[in-house]
């Protein structure tokens, strides 16, 4: 049986973005620059993601692409099922934990566009709106509607394959979330004050900058480009063989950063617009945005109304760009490895995640029980994003970098001699010693092992 593949490159590149753009770029990326000081911290997290980042979705690509399998099958075939076939495992493992935590804060997108079409953040105090977060949050029945839905338009997207579901959607959701992520960058830039957040963003204060902001910004790159949970490399598994990996590495690159550096010329300007710190933390989203948005259009109901509703909208895309990606990293595993049916596979995947996430929502307020001192929730948070993400990045610099012929990275990165690679030693430097170190320190901070 002939493998799916994408139908045309542009497909194929705004695939790999968006399994790249997600809710990292547009919640995570501002806050983590907030508590970092802003345009400094946003100059080294462009040098980790074009110095560090892309390599090793390079390698990612490679390993994908020249085995044409699942991220799970990937490594075993490159190295004819030797004890390196963990690595996929791990990754497809940590895609579906990922997975069904993930999908309750994209549900909670869902209940905030609901919210801004009925007018429902207008005459709001800040206390009101920390309380209402709280209490949806920990509501055993709204969440998990939410968390549903958002599973089901995942699901229903990945059944319909690789070219009618996956690239199609991409075609349509990237430019949508383009266009309205620039609408929004322009109307918060247009707001009085906003310069205050224009400076913060674009004026580089290099005395704040210290190793926690380097270790930050390695962080958020890492996060930001999915790297690690075998996404890419089961993307790259659907590439032609006259893709460019360096081309596509460095289109994906450019988009993932442009959507978050917008993200920023959103929230930035908004927020000094009406005095606020951008700096509230993973509550940025949906209790100091919100806030932000009814001080700076409060005159104007309706503006404030139509800017929350594009901007949930927005954070949705994004999020169900990824879930997408994630969803097809196990779902693409389960009918490779086991034979069995896409649309049974990905039913399979998906009743997985409707436990997981039901059980990661009810973790927020209804069921109190606590792992190692954290909610269900936060523990696959924790394992998944400081340690499983971390340890698979690490793993697959070492297998391409070390293990892996060089000349099938070279074959890959050319395209069998027929495009020009004149970086292939520094990309290799990179894999072997610069990005393992990178992401070890990383690890150790996450940790919090050198605090």
């Known amino acids: 049986m002939d493998r799916a593949s994408f139908g045309s490159k542009i497909g194929a590149i705004l695939a790999a973005a968006g399994s790249a ?8 990326f501002p806050y983590e620059a907030g508590n970092h000081g802003g345009a400094a911290f946003i100059l080294i997290y462009l040098a980790c993601v074009f110095i ?17 399998a699942s991220t799970g099958r990937a490594f075993g075939l490159l190295a004819n099922n030797s004890k390196w076939n963990f690595i996929g495992m791990l990754g497809v493992l940590a895609g579906l934990l990922i997975l069904g935590y993930y999908s309750v804060v994209a549900g ?34 709204r969440p998990v509607i939410w968390l549903l839905a958002f599973l089901f338009f995942t699901h229903f997207i990945v059944v319909k394959g690789v070219k009618d579901g996956i690239e199609k959607s991409a075609k349509i959701m990237m430019p949508v979330l383009f266009i309205l992520i620039v609408v929004l960058a322009i109307c918060s830039m247009t707001l009085p004050n906003a310069s ?10 290099f005395s704040k900058v210290n190793a926690d902001v380097f270790l930050g910004a390695m962080g958020q790159a890492f996060f930001s480009l999915s790297l690690g949970m075998g996404c890419l490399s089961t993307y790259a598994s659907y590439f032609g063989s006259d893709t460019r ?24 300007p908004a927020a000094f617009s009406v005095g606020i710190q951008p700096d509230a933390g993973p509550s ?56 069995i049916g896409r649309n049974r596979a990905a039913m399979l995947v998906t009743g997985f995640c409707i436990v997981t996430g039901i059980l990661s929502s009810l973790s927020l307020g209804a069921w109190d029980a606590k792992f190692f001192s954290l909610s269900f929730f936060d523990l696959l948070d924790f394992v998944t994003a400081k340690l499983m993400l971390p340890l698979g990045g690490l793993l697959v610099c070492l297998f391409v970098g070390w293990y892996l012929k060089r000349s099938v990275s070279y074959e890959e990165l050319t395209n069998y001699g027929l495009q020009k690679a004149t970086y292939f030693p520094i990309y290799m430097f990179i894999l072997r010693y610069f990005a ?16």
């Open 21 to 28: 753009v997600g809710l990292g770029n547009i919640w995570r």
């Open 196 to 205: 205050k957040g224009l400076e913060f963003l674009l004026k580089p204060d």
């Open 52 to 68: 560090m980042g892309m390599p090793i979705m390079i390698a990612e690509f490679t390993v994908g692409r020249r085995a044409k």
């Open 284 to 339: 940025l989203i949906f209790i100091t945005l919100p806030n932000v948005f009814q001080q700076a259009f409060g005159g104007i109901p309706f503006l404030a109304m139509i800017f929350s509703l594009l901007f949930y909208v927005l954070l949705a895309l994004a999020a169900l760009t990824s879930t997408i990606s994630l969803h097809e990293v196990v779902t693409a595993y389960l009918n490779e490895r086991f034979k």
């Open 108 to 141: 909670w997108t869902l209940e905030y566009i609901i919210a801004s079409v009925t007018n429902g953040f207008a005459d709001k105090t800040p206390e009101d709106f920390v309380a209402a977060f709280q209490t949806f949050s920990q509501d055993p029945i």
């Open 436 to 451: 393992p170190i990178a992401i070890t320190l990383i690890f150790v901070n996450e940790l919090g092992w050198l605090s």
């Open 245 to 268: 990996l360096g081309k596509t590495a460095l289109s994906v690159g450019v988009i993932d950063t442009f959507v978050a550096i917008l993200a920023g010329l959103i929230i930035f």
